[in-house]
């Protein structure tokens, strides 16, 4: 009787393994991605909120009271979302949709949106509702073909 090193089921299953495992590190690459781009809008807000962005220290208190308010939480929210993302927290997803979630309730309610807020649910909310809907087909692919065997 001849011993193999290994049969050809276990082979199989390390190659399942191995697709699931690349597949994860895309995702992985893809939030350290997005949070490398949600920190640097979030140091581009903390620049304007404290002065350094401009000559005119005041130009916080000459913009509108909403744009000013929601600069001022964005600026605490995205650096916060952008470490989050980056550990590879779970509250960072959940913090992650609030955010899109409240950015566009913002948009759709104001008259005239700023350029913070349209710039900031452009990328926040776009990098969310790409990275929803990758990992929905994602999972949706996995559960046919799981449902296909």
């Excluded at 276990?10 to 393994?17: A, G, I, L, S, V």
């Excluded at 690459?29 to 005041?58: E, M, N, Q, T």
């Excluded at 650096?79 to 950015?103: A, D, E, H, N």
């Amino acid at each position: 009787m001849i011993h193999k090193a290994f049969n050809e089921d276990d082979f199989r299953q390390d190659k399942k393994k191995n697709k699931t495992h690349n597949i994860a590190k895309l995702f992985q690459y893809y939030r350290a991605f997005a949070s490398l781009i949600i920190l640097a809008l979030g140091i581009y807000l903390w620049f304007g909120v404290v002065g350094y962005k401009g000559s005119d220290i005041l130009a916080l208190y000459k913009i509108n009271n909403f744009d000013a308010v929601l600069r001022g939480v964005l600026a605490i929210l995205l650096p916060t979302l952008g470490v989050g993302l980056w550990l590879g927290m779970k509250w960072s997803l959940i913090l992650w949709g609030m955010i899109t979630f409240c950015l566009s309730l913002f948009f759709s309610v104001m008259v005239e949106p700023g350029e913070i807020l349209v710039f900031s649910l452009l990328s926040v909310g776009g990098l969310f509702i790409i990275y929803i809907v990758a990992i929905s087909a994602y999972y949706f692919l996995k559960w046919q073909k799981e449902k296909n065997i």
